[in-house]
């Protein structure tokens, strides 16, 4: 098997970059193993539904959050707790990747969060573990900066997903990433309608979701 990708870019109109944000409801935090192994299940299980059947395999580093330099770590240590360093998470073989930070709950993400209850009826829904989240004091955020290739599109997504389902949390978005309307939501629930166009209310995701199935194919279409 070639180890080699047909890697075609593109960017999702102007924006530059788009984030879903991980709200842990409860205080474990798994190893990076952990992770990537419910992460590689859930990409795997997302290219077998599309017709792709070629096996993938998600990796990750650690970095200094300044300088950017490889930092010395083990996949069986827990997920970043610090704010000096971020997980970067990449294929071997393709071009790019999607960086994940952990972020101390401020006040202001307090006061943030009071509103969206008041004005979300899916924040509202979910209130009880939005509280628990504020408490445990920290969230991580997963973000992909524009001109990524559709894989890492696809899956900064499905690691969020992956990490929330781990930590008994809610994904959240309001930058674009996906349809605002959608947010917060459960892991399963994600599951269901990220990615698919057939689940797609705005016509941008449905657009954006189809050109990204169409690029997959086209990238793995020789193996």
């Given at each position: 098997?070639?180890s080699?990708?047909?890697?075609?870019?593109?960017d999702?109109?102007?924006?530059?970059?788009?984030?879903?944000e991980?709200?842990p409801?409860?205080?474990?935090i798994?190893?990076?193993?952990e992770?990537?192994?419910?992460a590689n299940?859930n990409?795997?299980?997302?290219?077998s539904?599309?017709?792709i059947?070629?096996?993938?395999?998600?990796?990750?580093?650690l970095?200094?959050?300044?300088s950017?330099?490889?930092?010395?770590?083990d996949?069986?240590?827990?997920?970043l707790q610090?704010e000096?360093s971020?997980a970067?998470?990449y294929?071997?073989a393709?071009?790019?990747?999607?960086?994940?930070?952990y972020h101390r709950?401020?006040q202001?993400?307090?006061?943030?969060?009071?509103?969206e209850?008041?004005t979300n009826s899916d924040?509202q829904?979910?209130k009880?573990?939005?509280a628990?989240?504020?408490?445990?004091g920290?969230r991580w955020?997963?973000?992909?900066t524009?001109?990524?290739?559709?894989?890492?599109?696809?899956?900064y997504?499905?690691?969020?997903?992956?990490?929330?389902k781990?930590?008994?949390g809610?994904?959240?978005?309001?930058d674009?990433a996906?349809?605002y309307s959608?947010f917060p939501v459960?892991?399963?629930e994600?599951?269901?309608?990220?990615?698919d166009?057939?689940?797609?209310?705005?016509?941008d995701?449905?657009?954006f979701s189809?050109?990204?199935?169409?690029i997959l194919k086209h990238?793995?279409?020789e193996?």
């Open positions: 098997m070639a080699t990708w047909i890697n075609i870019e593109f999702r109109r102007d924006v530059v970059s788009t984030t879903f991980v709200l409801g409860k205080a474990y798994p190893d990076y193993r992770l990537l192994a419910l299940v990409i795997n299980a997302y290219l539904k599309i017709g059947h070629r096996k993938i395999k998600i990796e990750v580093n970095r200094n959050i300044t950017h330099d490889l930092m010395k770590f996949e069986e240590d827990k997920i610090n000096t971020y970067w998470f294929f071997p393709v071009s790019g990747g999607t960086d994940c930070y709950n401020l202001i993400n307090r006061d943030v969060w009071n509103d209850i008041i924040a829904k979910y009880d573990i939005i628990k989240n504020m408490d445990l920290y955020i997963f973000r992909k524009g001109g990524q290739a559709a894989l890492i599109a696809l899956s997504g499905l690691l969020a997903a992956s990490l929330a781990l930590t008994d809610i994904i959240y978005s309001d674009g996906w349809d959608k459960m892991v399963d994600f599951l269901i309608w990220y990615f166009p057939e689940f797609a209310a705005k016509e995701d449905k657009s189809k050109q990204c199935i169409s990238e793995m279409s193996y």
